[in-house]
């Protein structure tokens, strides 16, 4: 696989990397360990979702098409994670327990989609990609997502008032 190393591919390149380097410090710190977690989450997620790009803009979609539709969207993820890293920053005594989990139902259904997709042929994803994903369900997650992060961060900014 070659990968035209131009200034976008290794701008995206180094995001992704150190992402991911600074999610493994936080997720390793010993002070403020669910503030740090949550942060260190949100992080990775962001550094899956612009991996996307980076595989796109470096031409790996079009070297290798059975990379299209790898499980690295969790970008419903981005505001619940955003606002319990407040919620946990602020409020030392929070903690995180099993009735919070509803906050990631859209990123689990987005999960199961992605992995459940990732187990199919390619053909069967080429037809997902041409008669469900680009007419409906992108367009459907592009707004979702929009939607939860505008929820999420007005919950944040209200906790922080």
Do not use: K
């Amino acid at each position: 696989m070659q990968i035209p190393f131009t200034p976008l591919v290794v701008a995206l390149l180094a995001v992704v990397a150190q992402a991911v380097f600074a999610a493994g410090l936080l997720a390793l710190a010993r002070r403020n360990r669910l503030p740090n977690g949550f942060l260190a989450l949100l992080m990775l997620a962001i550094a899956l979702w612009l991996l996307d790009s980076f595989f796109r803009v470096a031409g790996i979609y079009d070297q290798n098409a059975n990379w299209y539709f790898a499980p690295i969207y969790y970008s419903f993820a981005f505001g619940p994670l955003l606002y319990f890293y407040v919620r946990s920053l602020i409020n030392h005594e929070f903690r995180f327990r099993a009735g919070h989990l509803w906050h990631f139902g859209p990123v689990l259904l987005q999960t199961a989609l992605y992995w459940g997709l990732r187990t199919q042929s390619y053909a069967a994803r080429a037809w997902f990609w041409e008669h469900v994903h680009r007419p409906y369900t992108y367009r459907l997650e592009f707004i979702g997502i929009w939607v939860s992060l505008t929820v999420y961060l007005g919950l944040s900014l209200h906790l922080l008032r």
